[in-house]
């Protein structure tokens, strides 16, 4: 069956850089657009990044503009999260997920059906 698996997620010092990865078991995934979710302790589940499936369309929260980069490699069933300059509060469990809904851009909960089991990313002060 489908599933996507998150990797890379580790502990970093605050203004460090970590690459998270999020493999699909299926070539299917390469038809879906992808997103990255976080969630911190206490905290809903919070948007972080979607790339269309053809990666030529990205978008980000406010809160990591600038600082964190999608990517996709369809060839090998991959999608990244680079994330630089990182923040105490950036720390949380990190989730890919495929989008089911056609409303680009898809940044919410609920447009995603299908999601890894995510990976931890802690940033220390």
């Known amino acids: 069956q489908a599933q996507l698996v998150e990797s890379g997620g580790g502990l970093v010092q605050a203004g460090g850089s970590l690459k998270l990865s999020c493999a699909a078991s299926?070539?299917?995934?390469?038809?879906?657009?992808m997103g990255w979710f976080r969630q911190a302790p206490g905290k809903e589940r919070e948007f972080v990044a979607a790339i269309t499936w053809s990666g030529g369309s990205t978008y980000y929260a406010d809160s990591v503009k600038g600082r964190f980069t999608i990517s996709r490699d369809n060839a090998k069933n991959t999608v990244y999260l680079q994330m630089d300059t990182l923040k105490p509060e950036d720390t949380a469990v990190y989730y890919c997920?495929?989008?089911?809904?056609?409303?680009?851009?898809?940044?919410?909960?609920?447009?995603?059906?299908?999601w890894g089991q995510g990976t931890q990313v802690t940033v220390s002060s």
């Open positions: 299926v070539r299917t995934f390469r038809n879906y657009p």
């Open positions: 997920a495929a989008a089911t809904t056609h409303t680009w851009p898809q940044s919410r909960v609920y447009e995603y059906d299908y």
